[in-house]
T-cell receptor, first 113, second 112 residues
Framework: AQSVTQPDIHITVSEGASLELRCNYS??????LFWYVQSPGQGLQLLLK??????LVQGIKGFEAEFKRSQSSFNLRKPSVHWSDAAEYFC???????????FGTGTRLTVIP | DADVTQTPRNRITKTGKRIMLECSQT?????MYWYRQDPGLGLRLIYY???????NKGEISDGYSVSRQAQAKFSLSLESAIPNQTALYFC???????????FGQGTRLTVV
């Protein structure tokens, strides 16, 4: 079945530490890939997206993500986490010609001082 | 003003009542969506519309209906609310496949 998997439900990191959030997808072709962030009480905001080309993409707020075709992964990274990064992060895929963004179940990030 | 505005932001309603959630957008996009968010389940698509005359069911449309009153307005109705429809509902819009989706701030609905 086609799916988007975020294996980590909740991650806790210390402020200043590095971060990696995992995302795997299972589709026949490479879809459009997105990471969205949801701050408490807010809607979702796009962090970055990948369509083609360079497999390392830069986003807002110092985030980056790397697409690895061989692993069907699109992991989100940040070298140094800030307290304001505490939020829920969603990986999403958009199949060419499809009518929907398919979301993962989300990873909640807690940042401790 | 926000790109996507949802009203109300919070609502408590009783089982069996009809309720409408409203969404308007200022992005000028043709495509609009209604999602439902439940803890541990991510966002799931309820309905989507590619233009005023095009309405389509998503993966969890049972118990819901929609109306696309104009390019900018897309309403979601629960004809007879039930407790398992308690959730956070999001409206979104985008310009097409592969483009950024813009989300409203959500409507937290509680059915008691």
């Amino acid at each position: 079945a086609q799916s988007v998997t975020q294996p980590d439900i909740h991650i806790t990191v210390s402020e200043g530490a590095s971060l990696e959030l995992r995302c795997n997808y299972s589709y026949g072709a490479t879809p459009y890939l997105f990471w969205y962030v949801q701050s408490p009480g807010q809607g979702l905001q796009l962090l970055l997206k990948y369509f083609s080309g360079d497999t390392l993409v830069q986003g807002i707020k110092g985030f980056e993500a790397e697409f690895k075709r061989s692993q069907s992964s699109f992991n989100l990274r940040k070298p140094s986490v800030h307290w304001s990064d505490a939020a829920e992060y969603f990986c999403a895929v958009d199949l060419t010609g499809a009518n929907n963004l398919f979301f993962g179940t989300g990873t909640r990030l807690t940042v401790i001082p | 003003d926000a790109d996507v505005t949802q009203t109300p932001r919070n609502r408590i309603t009783k089982t069996g009542k009809r309720i409408m959630l409203e969404c308007s957008q200022t992005k000028g996009h043709d495509r609009m969506y209604w999602y439902r968010q439940d803890p541990g389940l991510g966002l799931r698509l309820i309905y989507y519309s590619f233009d005023v005359k095009d309405i389509n069911k998503g993966e969890i449309s049972d118990g819901y209906s929609v109306s696309r009153q104009a390019q900018a307005k897309f309403s979601l109705s629960l004809e007879s609310a039930i407790p398992n429809q308690t959730a956070l509902y999001f409206c979104a819009t985008n310009a097409g496949s592969g483009t950024e989706a813009f989300f409203g701030q959500g409507t937290r609905l509680t059915v008691v």
